[in-house]
């Protein structure tokens, strides 16, 4: 299996959802994680997918199928550019007093902030690629994690030129 | 102009160039009924909603035009439902405006709430739910471009009952805005010019086409280029009628149950041409070994399609209207004698279908379908509209009635739809007042939709029903005997239903045929009939239609009938 991140921008209407995710189950596509969020434009939704295939061909039907939906503006596979690739995750961590500096140096190693900090536990926030936050969540495996909740992986082409105009 | 919303559709309507509804009254669509009455617009009322979505299908497949259809929510809206899918499925353009409840009332569990955007998101191409009068316009103007457009397919359109009554200013748009859909498909021509290229170099190529020449009307330019190349041609099921039953080079359907010689061919050419067809497994029988000597070149519309079951080697992207012309074009100025140098090969494909065509084995006075059928070809003209349920009988008309024009054999391919038959022959004759109806149904699917036999009589639609009647769900019972045991689990229909006496009910006049000799003594005059009549046909029970090509198996691996 193969992993992709895709840009899709569509319609900022209602209904683009259902469309987006009713293609994804009717086709049986396997989808990683899924994002969306407004856009440099009002009236533009990006959708992120991070969708992970057997081959090129089932690559394309994802894209295709995608691109045919009659809100969906643009398709882009941003794994095939050169592009950064980012995920946010927030990690509660079970910390007790003797604990607290150990988890508090190894976030700072991660370059991740301490968001939130309570007697038993710290909320510790990580923006990275997806291998960072695996490692990250590794090590905080030991002091035992009680809840993780991520964003899955939004990416932006290098240079100058955006999406819709790939 | 001030409207309410009701009058609003009324009024879109017209301007679409829409001539008739097909529906079904209820309480959320209360106002739209009173615009229509109000506007004395034209209206089938049929006896259930699935009907009424059937038969904008058949409309919409013999006329070309978008097929219109009104219900109410909840189960009004659902039971569309199966329609939708069979005409998303077989690409034909329809319009359906469902009701909604209104604004305050939708997410609370309302009477006859269903969330019919949702249900309807994956068989439609487009779908929206309209909250908000001033968007109606807009939405109607796009629902009917996206529909008509492109590869066409069924657009639902939710409106919130409180749309309806609301009072606008009604504006119709002259133009649509779709940021993601332009409705344009015109190609590269350079992708044609490899085509011919390809065809200077074959030399045993066979043209394979699809629905998309119906969808398309292209038909005419697509005969040109047999013509042109002389080469033998083949077709899908929704293929029927692009070329002429008796066109020299015409080897019937292809397929599970296609001819002998069309599966043959294909999987001994050296070039395929597919034109406007999407490699269905019913089609393609196992895909990995489909065409294993040929070429595939792929001549297509929908992006989507090219690559999906089958890998082109050459891919034409874009509408036929389009490339089929160009096409035509650049093979003239290609100066070769493609009709000459292809002569040997189609004679040898013409030779194969002649020594195996379809056939069946006569048996005293007992009506076999392969008979009953060719009579009924032969006492039909050539404008005569073919419509099927599915089954059996579905696959026996495909293979023994003589469809000479685009647009005359309907049938329900993808989803094979069993109840389509009667509705869509309504839809059919309605569209088609001046052609002759022919409903070629078995005693399985005719119980499915059986209500609109009221709405034939009510209409005097005349359309002429055939019920190939062998007392079970017959292409269920293929299988049975076949792969399962001869155990005819739940397959066999030996109750008491009276075909002609339930026709009769409703205003239907009907017979019944149950000799061979009756053929000839009795079915041309029923047929001379003028207005509808049910002709109930008893054939044999354990009648297995063949050739066929077993699930999983390569198409030259078929299972022939009569003497081979």
């Not at chain 2, 106002?31 to 229509?36: Q, S």
């Not at chain 2, 149950?257 to 089609?283: E, K, P, T, W």
């Not at chain 2, 109930?536 to 198996?553: F, H, S, T």
Request: with cysteine.
């Amino acid at each position: 299996m193969q992993k992709f991140v895709l840009a899709v921008l569509v319609d900022n209407k209602p209904g683009v959802l259902t469309h987006v995710s009713g293609l994804i189950s009717r086709r049986a596509f396997n989808i990683e994680s899924i994002s969306a969020g407004y856009t440099e434009e009002n009236d533009v939704t990006r959708i992120n997918i991070v969708v992970s295939v057997e081959s090129e061909q089932e690559l394309d039907q994802v894209v295709t199928q995608l691109s045919k939906l009659i809100d969906v503006i643009k398709v882009v596979n941003l794994s095939k550019a050169e592009s950064i690739e980012r995920e946010l995750v927030l990690i509660k961590v079970a910390a007790t007093k003797a604990e607290r500096a150990d988890i508090i140096n190894v976030a700072n190693i991660f370059r991740a902030n301490i968001v939130d900090v309570s007697p038993e536990n710290v909320v510790i926030e990580l923006t990275g690629g997806e291998s960072k936050i695996t490692a990250l969540c590794e090590v905080l495996e030991e002091y035992g994690i009680i809840e993780i909740a991520r964003t899955g992986t939004i990416a932006l082409s290098r240079g100058p030129v955006p999406v819709k105009q790939m | 102009m001030k409207m309410n919303g009701a009058q609003a559709v009324l009024e879109s309507l017209k301007r679409e160039g829409v001539d008739v509804v097909f529906g079904y009254p209820g309480g959320a669509v209360l106002t739209l009924y009173d615009a229509v009455y109000r506007n004395q617009f034209r209206h089938v009322l049929t006896g259930h909603e699935q009907g009424a979505i059937h038969a904008a299908d058949g409309y919409a497949r013999a006329t070309g035009k978008v097929g219109v259809v009104f219900a109410t929510s909840g189960p009004g809206a659902t039971n569309l439902v199966t329609g939708i899918a069979t005409a998303c499925t077989d690409s034909v353009p329809l319009v359906c405006f469902t009701g909604q409840v209104a604004n305050p009332y939708i997410g609370k569990d309302s009477f006859q709430e269903a969330d019919v955007f949702g249900i309807t998101t994956p068989i439609t191409k487009h779908n929206y739910l309209v909250k908000d009068v001033h968007d109606l316009p807009r939405v109607i103007k796009e629902a009917f471009f996206i529909a008509r457009t492109g590869r066409p397919g069924p657009v639902v359109i939710d409106v919130a009952k409180d749309v309806f009554d609301t009072e606008f200013d009604y504006e119709y748009p002259e133009t649509v805005h779709l940021r993601g859909y332009s409705g344009d498909y015109t190609g590269d021509e350079a992708e044609i010019d490899e085509v011919v290229a390809a065809l200077q170099q074959a030399k045993k190529p066979l043209l394979f086409v699809g629905g998309g020449v119906n969808g398309s009307d292209t038909s005419p330019i697509l005969r040109d280029i047999a013509d042109l190349l002389g080469a033998p041609v083949t077709c899908t099921l929704l293929g029927l009628g692009t070329v002429r039953a008796d066109a020299p080079g015409f080897l019937g359907f292809a397929g599970m149950h296609g001819s002998y010689a069309a599966n043959m061919c294909i999987q001994s050419c050296d070039l395929l041409l597919c034109i406007g067809m999407r490699f269905s497994d019913r089609v393609t029988g196992k895909v990995s070994e489909f065409a294993p000597h040929a070429k595939i070149v792929h001549f297509e519309l929908d992006r989507a399609e090219i690559n999906k079951n089958v890998q082109a080697d050459y891919r034409v992207l874009g509408d036929l209207r389009w490339s089929l012309p160009l096409l035509a074009e650049k093979l003239k100025a290609a100066g070769d004698d493609f009709a000459g140098r292809f002569r040997s090969w189609r004679d040898y494909t013409a030779k194969i279908a002649a020594e195996h065509p379809f056939t069946y084995q006569p048996d005293g006075e007992a009506i076999k379908p392969g008979a009953l059928i060719m009579k009924l070809s032969e006492l039909a003209d050539e404008d005569t509209i073919a419509v099927t349920d599915v089954g059996q009988h579905q696959m026996w008309a495909a293979q023994f009635f003589k469809t000479y024009k685009p647009r005359h054999f309907l049938t329900s391919g993808g989803q094979g739809t069993m109840g389509y038959g009667l509705p869509a022959s309504m839809g059919a004759k309605i569209g088609c007042p001046d052609s002759h109806v022919i409903l070629f149904t078995g005693d399985g699917s005719i119980m499915m939709c059986c209500q609109e036999f009221a709405t034939i009589a009510d209409n005097d639609l005349d359309i002429k029903v055939v019920v190939l009647h062998n007392s079970i769900l017959g292409m269920v019972g293929q299988w049975q005997r076949l792969f399962y045991h001869h155990h005819y689990s739940q397959s066999e229909l030996k109750g008491h239903t009276d075909f002609v006496k339930l026709a009769e009910a409703m205003g239907v006049p009907g017979a019944r045929l149950t000799k061979a000799s009756e053929l000839d003594t009795r079915l041309p005059e029923l047929m001379a009939h003028k207005g509808p009549m049910l002709i109930d046909v008893m054939i044999p029970e354990e009648e297995d239609v063949l050739p066929m090509v077993p699930g999983g198996k390569r198409l030259d691996q078929m299972v022939l009938g009569g003497n081979d």
